[in-house]
């Protein structure tokens, strides 16, 4: 018996020794500079300098830009005031309308497509149009999102042969819109004064307008029935440096709109007519509105902006101790204000034009972008 328990003592201590042996080669085998879960950090350091990427001949590359652009900060000399409310994160903006609608917008001469898609998904649409229609491009930016067509010959519908109408071609520039996630296409048409292959400068108004009608018109419709989901990395950073409407806080809260003055006050006029607004007064020569917001008609319309009552609140509405908010409307005085660098700026204050708190003057802003027309 001793015999057997030296022999099982030498084996459990020879396994022993060999499990540690194993252990040790495993770790190396494991995580060891060769092994398979090695450290990866200095792997930079290894890197070799490559020949850039050659194209055939005959191609050229497409210019492009920062995808992910840092915005600009805040002035960094304005001093904090020592005790602050931390806001609360705002709910993203919806759009009132459903996906993919398309509508043609006019103001004045101006016409323009507004498509409830951001830029990037939109993009590749503008591309599928041009190939189905068989119109060559001459230089494209997705990051400034403009495309520019080469010389048109305009065609006999009849005979195929060119008319005596001469050749065009259009630049067409994606923006985003003003309410989030919606893209704006302007189309600007150029008719050849001399040889169509000379440098010309683009106009700042098209030379025949009917022409940029027709397509404006054909862009839109091709866009409403395009069902590819497709996206575009690069034309993802179309607006992104400079944003046409921001809500800041200084001097007061206040929304930025990079669009000329008659532009926002057709775009604040409409948004003030839906969803909880109603305007009872309007003077666009004082740059005002009187207008009265409806809690109850907020939330009929599903006002992502509004937060439903605890429910302490609404015990204390149930009884009728005064507690809870109250659903009768309320009168506001929303201002338009003319800025330098082609900004405007929309304040809201109440009836008597006094300054609101900084919470509900955010909320009745983010409820006016969110419908800007």
Known sequence: MQYLSSSVARFLHVGFVVAIALTLSGCGFFFGPEGVFRD???????????????????????????????????????????????????SSDRVTEQRNEVKIQKLGERRWIDINNPPGEVWPGVHGFLEERGIALADQNPTSGTLETVWLSLKDDASGADTAMGKDRYRIELEPGLRSNTTEIHVLQMTASGAAGERMMWPSQSTNPDRETWMIKELAAYL????????????????????????????????????????????????????GFHVDNANREQGQWQVTYSTAAAKANGDEGHEEPGIFARVAKFFDFGLGESDEPESYRVLLQQQPEDTVRVTVRDSKGESLPQSDADRLLRRIRANLL
């Open 40 to 90: 990866r950090g200095d792997d930079y350091l290894k890197a070799e300098v490559t020949a850039p990427i050659k194209l055939p001949e005959g191609n050229e590359g497409e210019r492009i830009g920062q995808l992910f652009v840092i915005p600009k900060a805040g002035n960094p000399n304005v001093r904090l005031p020592e005790e602050f409310t931390v806001p609360k994160p705002a």
């Open 224 to 275: 409403a029935k395009d069902n590819a989901s497709q996206a575009s990395m690069l034309a993802q950073a179309i607006g992104s440096s400079e944003p046409r409407v921001a809500l800041l806080d200084v001097p007061e809260p206040n929304l930025s709109m990079r669009v000329d003055y008659s532009r926002a006050w057709v775009s604040v006029n409409g948004s003030l007519n839906r969803d």
